[in-house]
Nanobody, 120 residues
Framework: QVQLVESGGGLVQPGGSLRLSCAAS????????MDWFRQAPGKERELVAA???????NYAESVKGRFSISRDNAENTVYLQMNSLKPEETAVYYC??????????????WGQGTQVTVSS
């Protein structure tokens, strides 16, 4: 059973930083795209940042210049460095990954979510 295990959430003051991690475990598949989404109370889940297996990145306009996504392919791990955090970015942050079998089949997985609270 593939698992995406997230860590790094917590409480931070406005303007502060956090680093989220997400590791894909128990998989012999290759890990294709890895992404971070977030969902604030009463709002839809939204894409924050994405990174392909060859390192190409994509960011939501609202986080460009403040957030940075990276990955360690050897460890099947994706990171999200979040700087200059704002109170409105309080949300549950979810890791998402696309895994590909040797036959080319794709499987989508979600992490359990980690709470990020930006408050003074």
């Amino acid at each position: 059973q593939v698992q995406l295990v997230e860590s790094g959430g917590g409480l931070v003051q406005p303007g502060g930083s956090l680093r989220l991690s997400c590791a894909a475990s128990r998989t012999n598949f290759s890990v294709d795209n890895m992404d971070w989404f977030r969902q604030a109370p009463g709002k839809e889940r939204e894409l924050v940042a994405a990174i392909s297996s060859d390192g190409r990145t994509n960011y939501a306009e609202s986080v460009k210049g403040r957030f940075s996504i990276s990955r360690d392919n050897a460890e099947n791990t994706v990171y999200l460095q979040m700087n200059s955090l704002k109170p409105e970015e309080t949300a549950v942050y979810y890791c998402h990954a696309v895994l590909k079998s040797a036959l080319g089949d794709r499987f989508l997985y979600w992490g359990q979510g980690t709470q990020v609270t930006v408050s003074s």
